[in-house]
């Protein structure tokens, strides 16, 4: 064997190796490049509008995990109170700050609505929608209301008398209530509904008995009614969930409503152009990577990513709808 003439082409095949895999190792890298040169050693902050352990809060922290891979380590933060309006209030002093993020949905925007919030997402910078997670209204295991069909013929004898324990005024629990009670034909405003701060308050509520149903998202409810400690009577989606597929849809039962409590994040007001569009493309690739894909399986939420001016047009139309099905209620 030319020992001579067969180093070139080892050397030359070497060459294009060693090319290939920088080409794979900068194209793999990419994304993190672009992030953390955008940030330029910045830390990103999250605010969680709510207190721990709800669906902003978990939504902030899965975040938190996602981004890891491409921001490096991020901050998530809780401000309770109001619905998020406390948070909003809050979070408009980091106006033209891009490294402050804040988790928000449609609750917020019926708690801006209910509670005549001076502060409103106007003085904020809509990055992207990010999730949709649907209600489920239930009732202890020992209720004697076993089904939808039930408690409707309940509230059609007599409204008032029927309680129903969600979150806060005004949120996406009493919009749904609201709902419920004028597609059986009764007046929105006399829906017996009874407002806490979060979910878990509500569900001390109905397992004492001091109400007859209670409404939450499907992700913080499925694992009680897993566990035999609440019954499932329906979900606001449009089609039977996978994690609880032995349960109608509201649709189902007799009662035309559906309703999905999405969340997104936002940016504060005052930021530029190309920061705005920086961080919609740092928010996008978290979507469309496995962690988050992993958090959605697990969560049980639904994709529902949404940038740019469709997201813009849908905020504004969410704020309408919101703001007419609460003034119907007598909230807003």
Request: hydrophobic share 45%; no cysteine; aromatic share 4%.
């Amino acid at each position: 064997m030319n020992v001579k003439g067969v180093a070139p082409f080892v050397a030359a095949a070497v060459a294009t190796a060693v090319l290939l895999v920088s080409t794979v190792a900068s194209s793999g890298d990419e994304g993190k490049s672009d992030a953390r040169a955008f940030l330029d050693g910045r830390q990103l902050r999250i605010m969680a509008p709510a207190a721990p352990g709800g669906g902003w809060d978990q939504t902030a922290r899965e975040m938190q995990s996602a981004l890891r891979g491409t921001v490096g380590r991020t901050e998530v933060y809780n401000v309770n109170g109001a619905g998020g309006t406390i948070g909003l209030s809050q979070y408009t002093r980091y106006r033209g700050q891009p490294t402050e993020l804040m988790v928000m949905g449609l609750v917020m925007v019926g708690a801006i609505a209910s509670n005549h919030s001076p502060v409103t997402l106007s003085q904020t910078t809509p990055l992207a929608r990010l999730t949709t997670d649907y209600e489920i209204i239930v009732v202890p295991t020992n209720s004697p209301v076993q089904s939808m069909r039930d408690l409707v013929a309940r509230m059609r004898a007599d409204l008032g008398s029927v309680s129903i324990a969600g979150g806060s005024a005004g949120g996406v629990e009493q919009i749904l209530a609201g709902l419920v009670g004028r597609a059986i034909g009764g007046d929105p405003a006399k829906v017996n509904y009874i407002a806490h701060s979060g979910g878990g308050e509500a569900l001390t509520t109905v397992l004492s008995g001091s109400a007859t149903a209670a409404v939450s998202g499907v992700s913080e409810l499925v694992p009680q009614v897993k566990a035999g400690k609440m019954r499932a009577l329906a979900v606001s989606s449009p089609q039977r969930l996978p994690a609880l597929p032995d349960v109608p849809t509201l649709k189902e039962a007799g009662v035309d409503v559906e309703l999905a409590n999405w969340r997104a994040v936002v940016a504060p007001a005052g930021i530029t152009v190309d920061e705005e569009s920086a961080l919609e493309d740092v928010v996008v690739e978290m979507t469309r990577g496995d962690a988050w894909q992993e958090t959605l399986r697990r969560r049980g939420w639904a994709d529902a990513t949404m940038v740019g001016p469709e997201f813009d047009a849908f905020m504004e139309s969410e704020q309408r709808r919101i703001a007419q099905v609460l003034k119907e209620m007598g909230l807003a």
